[in-house]
């Protein structure tokens, strides 16, 4: 089965720029998280959806970013204007829904740099 | 202070040698933790996972875990080269949000 599919998997645009990242969970998973990696910061999560619909939003750092999920199978997660700052790894993962606990499955990242 | 502390390395072993990594945390709500490994320019992938307090072996990994101190540890056995990677601790109160540690950057030199 594939696993969770990202792209573009590198972007490098100018500050001021609009930035689309898309994220393809693995069928069948009911929650999709978003997440950015930077070196100061660490892993960090942005946004978390359940069934399509966004449950928790307080990780995105400021109205420039928003996040959409219009189906189970596809996400967008939106940087604009883009600002150098942005520049990181950001991760999409996905996970279902059992009586235990957690596990997420990650996708191989998107590369971004402001410049 | 961040709820989950972890030394971010790196840490250099001679291969065989064994690895041990911990993070400490404050919430006491977490009863869910875990230990995601994260190659080179890949995503993190779950390597164990533990319920509450105690310890949980996986071939030449375990993971610990005391909650009376609020301290997990990982220990790898035997370690290889292959073993090289960022390890990540998580763990969670409740199903969702995991809260992860910022990882160790751990390298196995032959």
């Known amino acids: 089965d594939a696993g969770v599919i990202q792209s573009p998997r590198h972007e490098v645009t100018e500050m001021g720029q609009e930035v689309t990242l898309r994220c393809k969970p693995i069928s069948g998973h009911d929650y999709l998280f978003w997440y950015r990696q930077t070196m100061m910061r660490g892993l960090e999560l942005l946004i978390y959806?359940?069934?399509?619909?966004?449950?928790?939003d307080s990780g995105m750092p400021e109205d420039r970013f928003s996040a959409k999920m219009p189906n189970a199978s596809f996400s967008t997660l939106k940087i604009q204007p883009s600002e150098p700052r942005d520049s990181a790894v950001y991760f999409c993962?996905?996970?279902?829904?059992?009586?235990?606990?957690?596990?997420?499955?990650f996708g191989p990242g998107t590369r971004l740099t402001v410049l | 202070q961040k709820e989950v502390e972890q030394d971010p390395g790196p840490l250099s072993v001679p291969e065989g040698a064994i690895v041990s990594l911990n993070c400490t945390y404050s919430n006491s709500a977490f009863q869910y933790f875990m230990w995601y490994r994260q190659y080179s320019r890949k995503g993190p992938e779950l390597l164990m996972y533990?319920?509450?307090?105690g310890n949980k072996e996986d071939g030449r990994f375990t993971a610990q875990v005391d909650k009376s101190s609020k301290y997990i540890s990982l220990f790898i056995r035997d370690s290889q080269p292959s073993d090289s990677a960022t390890y990540l601790c998580a763990m969670t109160d409740s199903w969702g949000k995991l809260q992860f540690g910022a990882g160790t950057q751990v390298v196995v030199t032959p």
């Open positions: 533990t319920y509450s307090s």
């Open positions: 959806f359940n069934n399509n619909v966004p449950i928790d």
């Open positions: 993962a996905s996970s279902r829904a059992t009586e235990s606990y957690n596990e997420q499955f």
